[in-house]
């Protein structure tokens, strides 16, 4: 009996300190679960990330303005009109020129009961479509609350926000595109198309034909780590 | 004698989990969190029984054991249902450890 309480007190002793070894090791193990950490921590760390954001988009301008004063040599002249021309293309540049300015907004309606308050704001999905329209009536520059859209931009919803470029923009949505004034506008007010959708949700929507509009030049980053070239003749320029 | 057994054995128990490559993911932890509060309600509960010299080798270890797995295993069962099972556990494991160590300090102060 003795011997046997011995036995069963050292079992139990064993497990004991291992159950607690583990769960020691486990919660150093896991100190940053960010659910638990404090709001102003949070914030201090969006803050924190914010600002090197912008640092590095000021490099990006800067390095961007180096090579082009590196760029400004005589020899290099006919590079150099071909470099702005794929400048322009890609949306490197800041354009400004005639089109129209398209103005979204979540809905003013109130909510009825039972109602899926999604269905009065304004999503991704809303501006892609609006986006997609003015393409394909012509639009050559094409921007977002500033964003420039390029050939890598996204337009995709995170949470309570919609990215483009992976910068958060809110609404009223301010779509600002460069083309035929009177095209766009019109593609845009289409019997059945997009924005006569909206409409019904109460979202509203402006567009503006302007004499100018200046849309601003991308001010991401732009490398390609996986495309490479398929050259035909030599190496491609 | 008795005490240092419990000691040794401890020490054992802590440098075995220590030294094995165990880490629980986190959602996970609360679960162990509850049996190794069981598991010291049991132990408390062995000891008071000692003292009170109605220890039963087989009820103490089945009860170790048993508690464990019931504790961990309400508290997830709680989860599921989205019930805090987990909290009633903690409050009634707590209390009853609470109780079993004045028991305790009684015996022993009446021990010397």
Same mark, same amino acid.
């Given at each position: ?17 291992? $159950?607690? !070894? ?6 150093? !193990? ?80 109130? %909510? ?26 012509? !639009? ?29 923009? +809110? ?67 | 004698?008795?005490? *240092? *057994? ?13 030294? $094995? @490559?165990?880490?629980? @993911? ?5 679960? $162990? ?5 069981? +598991? ?30 019931? +504790?961990?295993?309400? +508290? ?32 022993? %102060?009446?021990?010397?």
């Amino acid at each position: 009996m003795k011997q046997e309480a011995r036995i069963s007190i050292a079992l139990v002793c064993i497990v004991l300190g291992f $159950m607690v !070894a583990v769960q020691f090791k486990t919660t150093a !193990a896991n100190p940053g679960d960010l659910s638990t950490l404090r709001v102003q921590d949070l914030t201090l760390q969006l803050d924190k990330v914010s600002k090197e954001r912008d640092a590095l988009a000021e490099e990006v301008a800067s390095m961007r303005e180096q090579l082009k004063e590196g760029s400004e040599d005589q020899a290099a002249e006919v590079l150099r009109q071909q470099l702005a021309k794929a400048n322009l293309l890609a949306g490197l540049e800041a354009v400004k020129g005639p089109g129209v300015v398209v103005t979204l907004a979540d809905s003013a309606q109130p %909510l009825q009961p039972g109602e899926n308050p999604n269905l009065y704001l304004v999503h991704d999905e809303d501006l892609l479509k609006v986006v997609n329209e003015l393409r394909a009536a012509g !639009a050559e520059a094409v921007c977002i609350n500033e964003q420039r859209l390029v050939a890598t931009s996204e337009i995709r919803c995170a949470g309570t926000t919609i990215l483009v470029n992976t910068t958060k923009i +809110a609404p009223p949505f301010v779509i600002k595109a460069i083309g035929d004034p009177a095209v766009l506008e019109s593609s845009l007010h289409i019997k059945g198309g997009w924005l006569e959708t909206l409409e019904i949700w109460g979202i509203k929507s402006q567009v503006q034909r302007v004499e100018t509009v200046e849309v601003p030049a991308y001010r991401g980053s732009l490398a390609f780590r996986y495309a490479q070239p398929v050259s035909t003749k030599g190496t491609a320029n | 004698m008795w005490l *240092l *057994l419990v000691v040794i054995c401890l020490a054992l128990g802590v440098y075995l989990g220590l030294q $094995m @490559p165990v880490v629980l @993911p986190f959602i996970y932890a609360k679960y $162990m969190s509850i049996a190794i509060l069981a +598991a010291l309600d049991s132990v408390f509960g062995g000891l008071r029984a000692y003292m009170e010299n109605v220890y039963d080798n087989l009820v103490f270890v089945s009860g170790f054991f048993v508690n464990i797995l019931l +504790a961990a295993g309400l +508290a997830y069962l709680g989860d599921r249902l989205s019930v805090e099972l987990y909290l009633a556990a903690v409050v009634a494991f707590g209390v009853r450890i609470f109780q079993n160590l004045a028991i305790l300090r009684r015996y022993l %102060l009446r021990k010397w």
